[in-house]
């Protein structure tokens, strides 16, 4: 933790991210705090791991994005989680920077029971140039959030995206791929991602 206060405005928050910092508070409902990891967690976009299992629940989604952004941000938000922190201003504020361009989210779509269209999982976060700072996934039905971060890679991939951050390493992010890097290294990899035209991987 790097600082306690300021504000959400879309201005600070670019500004944050471009700088390598990134918005928790201290616990659900608290100060604002930002944050910048030692050592920081990124998937390498060419090692993401994708087990046959994954590859057969690809098949049973849809995707799609920027369809549901605050819905998704609320399925994350749910207080009900294990150790969730966001909150009304958060997604106030990303709904913002939704709505101006720079926040993305990604879904995963199925058929439900009454035939129609459930949101069944997803992931949302920022784009800024070639980086996409991923803030958080969920899902509702099993493998729902893992195919959404499939097809965020491969669409970072095909539209000039070189830099996922993923913030912390969790054993299940480790098991997709996750790596942790020396802060420097990623600042090093942040200040050459965010020069990068921006990506088109959510055109």
Do not use: N
Not at 106 to 129: H, K, N, P, Q, T
Request: a neutral charge.
């Amino acid at each position: 933790m790097l600082g306690v206060g300021a504000d959400l405005e879309p201005g600070t928050l670019l500004a944050a991210y471009r700088s390598g910092l990134f918005p928790m508070p201290v616990r659900r409902g608290g100060e604002l705090a930002w944050w910048s990891p030692e050592p920081r967690g990124v998937i390498p976009l060419d090692a993401l791991r994708v087990t046959r299992s994954l590859q057969r629940s690809c098949r049973r989604f849809e995707i799609r994005v920027d369809t549901a952004f605050e819905t998704v941000m609320r399925a994350c938000a749910d207080p009900h989680r294990p150790a969730g922190w966001i909150d009304h201003r958060f997604v106030a504020a990303y709904t913002r920077l939704h709505e101006l361009g720079w926040a993305h989210s990604v879904e995963s779509w199925v058929c439900g029971d009454d035939g129609r269209d459930e949101l069944a999982g997803g992931l949302y976060g920022i784009a800024i140039g070639g980086l996409f700072a991923g803030e958080s996934m969920f899902h509702r039905r099993a493998d729902a959030s893992k195919v959404a971060l499939v097809a965020l890679v491969e669409r970072l991939r095909a539209g000039g995206g070189v830099l996922l951050d993923v913030q912390w390493v969790t054993p299940h992010l480790a098991s997709l791929g996750a790596v942790a890097i020396p802060r420097a290294t990623y600042l090093e990899l942040l200040h050459d991602a965010i020069t990068h035209p921006q990506t088109t991987a959510f055109d």
